[in-house]
């Protein structure tokens, strides 16, 4: 069985493993597309926080059903992952929060994930996907993400909404926030992605922070209020310490990007605001499900995120080439 492994930063080459065996409370399946996630990225380029090596990359997969004894799964069934196996145990487990589980392992991150032909997954694990499109499929798992964190906001009719950054996850944000009676902004600095918000999401007032002052553009946006609720979703550490002073006066400030530094937060502003800063990671399986009834009943359109395709078989030549074409990168997919 061909598989593709993340040997050491900025290599990746293929393996021969044994077909997956077909345990207890396990199945087998066959993986038919992969999503490129920007941790499969950082992580081919050494700088994925939690990250060690070797590793097989991806978590982002469409796949059929091939054998085991999952309850209601046949033989060629559309399926997704859910690829964050939890504890069951711990507080945040017991709270519902199987996401932020206290040992959380997430498949292509902690573990081996799905860049191979066929993978071994327990069944708890698996979602069904009938009726949507490959695409569509290997779209459920990072569109959840931005679906996770919307939910985490609670946000009101009418509110102000800054997401910073349209990269895939800042997308499925936008996509989410559309169904929502809310005021939303993006601020973006590559073109080709700002173009794309603009076409894609009509409604949403667009700011490009490298020409614009963005400050005066929130508070003009704003009616001088300012953001009431700010995602970030570049996960930049230059980007998180300035938009923090974006946030409105009671406001939320959400946490959707990673990176690897500490975050500088000035006490008084922060205080004098009595903002509210959170967290979202990973999405639950109730995300997974609304993803996948909002894409069957077409209420989002997700498929022109993707602007990059890899056919399997020429992965490790072609990975690299995905930081040259950056700047008209969305979602690359991998095609088995």
Partial sequence: MKTIVCSQPGRLLYEEK????STAGCSVVCVKQIGVCGTDLHAYNGIQPFFTYPKVLGHELAAEYVEGGAEGFSSGDLLTILPYKSC????????????????LSVL??????????????????????????????????PLAIGAHAVTRAKINPHEFVLVIGAGPIGIGLLYFLSLIECNVIVAE????????CRSTFPAVQCINPAVDDTLTALKDLTNGNMPSVVFDA???LTSINQSLSYLSHAGRYVLVGLQQGDIHVSHPEFHKREATLMSSRNATAS????????????????????THRIPFDQVVNDFPLLYSQKD???KAMITC
């Fill in 18 to 21: 044994n077909y997956p065996a």
């Fill in 88 to 103: 069951g145990t711990c507080f945040a487990c017991k709270q519902g929060k199987r996401n932020c589980c206290s040992t």
């Fill in 108 to 141: 292509g991150v902690h573990e081996d994930g799905g860049m191979c032909e066929l993978i071994s997954v327990p069944d708890e694990l698996l979602v069904h996907a009938k009726g949507l499109s490959f695409d569509q499929t290997a779209l459920i798992e």
């Fill in 189 to 196: 600095t590559n073109l080709f992605r700002l173009k794309f």
């Fill in 234 to 236: 570049t996960g930049n």
């Fill in 287 to 306: 995300d997974f499900q609304f993803v996948i009834d909002s894409m069957r009943s077409e209420k989002i359109r997700p498929q022109n995120m993707i």
């Fill in 328 to 330: 008209t990168l969305i």
